[in-house]
């Protein structure tokens, strides 16, 4: 079955620090995975895109890795901001379009 | 070039009633998805619109329906709403094809008493 797992379900960390986010997926075959940022009551928001062939993309103090041979990927935020507060998506599709979510991490950055 | 846009934004509606939504996709993009966003779900795939045909579908039952125009533009539709349609239903317009980024609208936020 086509699955997408995400963890931590929430996180809570002080302004300046890092944190990463994980997704796990059984997904297949697989085409490709993207990493979404939702703030409350909005839609999301591309932040990465990985096909098979890339094992990591950044994006400003967001960056990703995939490790398609484990099916994990990670989204490192580095340097965290009040405004990184959001639920972070990770999608994965496969070759026939079939689009699969995880449920999201709700990241909490404090001052 | 103006984002994905969909009205209304909000909307209460009561048990039994039908809704309709809208959704503008930007300019170019020809494929419309929608996803339903509850607490407890997370996002859920509703269907796919391209070309005014309907090109994939989720697992939802008949009461939601949609269609698309000649100019892209897409309408969901609900019928006998029941409790647990209460949820934010997004919008998401791409390129025609699947590998392409999906750009999410704002969503409409329903609520069903």
């Known amino acids: 079955k086509n699955q997408v797992e995400q963890s931590p379900q929430s996180l809570i960390i002080l302004e300046g620090k890092n944190c990463t986010l994980q997704c796990n997926y059984t997904v297949s075959p697989f085409s490709n995975l993207r990493w979404y940022k939702q703030d409350t009551g909005r839609g999301p928001v591309s932040l990465t895109i990985m096909t098979f062939s890339e094992n990591t993309k950044s994006n400003g103090r967001y960056t990703a890795t995939l490790d398609a041979d484990t099916k994990q990927s990670s989204l490192h935020i580095t340097a965290s901001q009040l405004s990184d507060s959001a639920s972070y998506i990770c999608?994965?599709?496969?070759?026939?379009?079939?689009?699969?979510f995880g449920a999201g991490t709700r990241l909490t950055v404090k001052p | 070039k103006a984002g994905v846009t969909q009205t209304p934004r909000y909307l209460i509606k009561t048990r039994g009633q039908q809704v309709t939504l809208s959704c503008s996709p930007i300019s170019g993009h020809r494929s419309v998805s929608w996803y339903q966003q509850t607490p407890g779900q997370g996002l859920q795939f509703l269907f796919e619109y391209f070309s005014e045909t309907q090109r994939n579908k989720g697992n939802f039952p008949g009461r939601f329906s949609g269609r698309q125009f000649s100019n892209s533009r897409s309408e969901m539709n609900v019928s006998t709403l029941e409790l647990g349609d209460s949820a934010l239903y997004l919008c998401?317009?791409?390129?025609?094809?699947?590998?392409?980024?999906?750009?999410f609208g704002p969503g409409t936020r329903l609520t069903v008493l």
């Open positions: 999608v994965v599709s496969a070759h026939n379009n079939d689009m699969r």
């Open positions: 998401a317009s791409s390129l025609p094809s699947g590998k392409n980024e999906q750009f």
